[in-house]
């Protein structure tokens, strides 16, 4: 197990560059599942999740490849219909196989993803819709086992939240399936709409109808790509937070800032002296901030996946903020800890009062999964002294060496064995 080791109260400064979207990337490496031959996916950050999926994919037979930032994915011959467990078991994402695996080959078997820190996790919306276009779903011995011997059929398919995760199985599997399927409450988050890109490109007939409707007109065959995906917003707002609350002066580039609307419309709430353009946004030294009210809502509000970062900042905010989190049950695992720094936070169920603080102190905290773990680095970069975070495998789930690309901003960051 490793820990980063930060000195805080050091203002950072220069320039940093986003990686890819891993919750881009993940939904993606699956749909190369549909098809035969060689697709390359591009901006593909290395991160442990994304390792995860390349080798649960590898399990089924496919060959994948990676050269810089590119995975060059050939699923010619697929060979097994079965994630391995104990692979499966520790990604989540791993679920997104049953789509694509269902429309090609009519059968696939999957361990049922486990809960997580941040909450349960249930996966109905997905096997609810799946049976919808046809496919017949046993849940037994913690595995999923899908078949659809007569392959999938299209239908209406309303989801009762717009789940991110089953609105892409849903497209995955929809677009090989005979007929029109149309997803309504479906999610519109940026991944979402890379996915539908992505599938497009190979073919798929997929027109979005507003922000909460997709229709999908299943077509016989799909084709290999080259697809570059797009920028992580989550890792760019929590850059951005980074630079805040450092009161440094930091240029974050390669954003979409149509992406980030929400998170920066909030920030310029709270006061802090930001220069947005389109791919970049400048942080101006010498932040101060206001206190803040958020409330957590799908894709286009406020991002549950940035919540744990503002937390933090709000923190060291002049005055009291409330924070409701309505996407995840328990995404406060950040909060007993930035409390051992001296925080000053009350949660009620989903809601979190924090009265900012004038400083934290640096002491020894644990990481319980990736946002919530990035959250605690940008506490330890803003605080009084030395703060060592533990469990840091959470946060190279999601970025990639993070505390080599900080350091180059001045953080003063390392990595070392537990
Ligand atoms: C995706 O997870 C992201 N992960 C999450 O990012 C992100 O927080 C989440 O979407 C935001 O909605 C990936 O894209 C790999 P959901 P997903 O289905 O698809 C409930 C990170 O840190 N729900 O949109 O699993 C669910 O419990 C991760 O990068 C059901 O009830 O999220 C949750 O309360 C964390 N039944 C809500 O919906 C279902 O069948 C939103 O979940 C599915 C979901």
């Known amino acids: 197990m490793e820990k980063f080791i930060i000195q805080g109260g050091v203002p950072l400064k220069g320039k940093i560059r986003v990686q ?9 490496m699956a749909g190369c599942l549909l098809t035969k031959g060689s697709s390359r996916l591009k901006n593909i950050p290395r991160l442990t999740d994304i390792t995860a999926m390349a080798e649960v994919l590898e399990k089924l037979g496919a060959e994948v490849k990676r050269e810089d930032a590119v995975l060059e994915i050939n699923t010619e011959k697929l060979s097994c219909h079965e994630a391995p467990y104990d692979l499966a078991k520790r990604l989540r994402a791993s679920i997104l196989i049953l789509g694509p695996m269902l429309a090609r080959f009519g059968y696939v078997r999957v361990p049922l993803p486990g809960g997580c820190n941040i909450g349960t996790r249930p996966v109905n919306l997905h096997l609810e819709g799946l049976k919808k276009l046809g496919a017949e779903i046993e849940t037994k011995n913690g595995y999923i086992e899908a078949h659809a011997k007569k392959g999938l059929k299209g239908n209406n398919i309303s989801l009762n939240l717009p789940s991110v995760g089953a609105t ?3 497209l995955l599997a929809a677009s090989l399936a005979k007929g029109i399927t149309l997803i309504n409450n479906a999610s519109c988050s940026p991944e979402v709409i890379d ?11 997929i027109e979005r109808i507003g922000d909460k409707l997709i229709k999908v007109e299943g077509v016989k065959e799909l084709y290999p790509v080259i697809y570059s995906i797009i920028p992580d917003r989550i890792e760019a707002g929590t850059f951005i937070i980074a630079g805040i609350i450092t ?7 390669g ?6 609307k929400t998170p920066l419309a909030k ?8 220069e947005v353009s389109d791919n970049e946004v400048k942080i101006k030294k010498e932040n101060v901030w206001k206190p803040i009210k ?12 940035i919540q744990p970062q503002i937390t933090t900042l709000a923190c060291l905010a002049q005055g009291v903020s409330v924070i409701v989190e309505t996407i995840f049950k328990n995404r406060f695992t950040h909060i007993s800890e930035l409390r051992k720094m001296g925080a000053d936070i009350e949660r009620k169920k989903d809601v979190v009062l924090i009265k900012g603080a004038s400083f934290l102190q640096g002491t020894s905290i644990v990481a319980s999964d990736i ?5 605690l680095i940008l506490a330890g970069l803003a605080a009084k002294g030395v703060t060592e975070v533990h469990n840091i495998y959470h946060i190279d789930r999601g970025h990639e060496r993070i505390e080599e690309r900080l350091s180059k901003l001045g953080a003063n960051i390392f990595r070392m064995k537990e």
């Open 371 to 375: 946002r919530g773990g990035t959250a």
């Open 255 to 260: 954003i979409r800032a149509d992406h980030l």
């Open 195 to 205: 996915l539908i890109n992505f599938l497009k490109k190979m073919g798929a007939k």
């Open 20 to 28: 890819g979207a891993k919750n881009s990337a993940l939904p993606l």
């Open 267 to 274: 920030l310029r709430e709270m006061g802090v002296n930001i």
């Open 294 to 305: 958020i409330k957590t809502l799908p894709y286009p509000g406020f991002p549950t996946d």
């Open 168 to 170: 892409e199985n849903l």
């Open 247 to 253: 009161r440094g002066e930091v240029t974050i580039e």
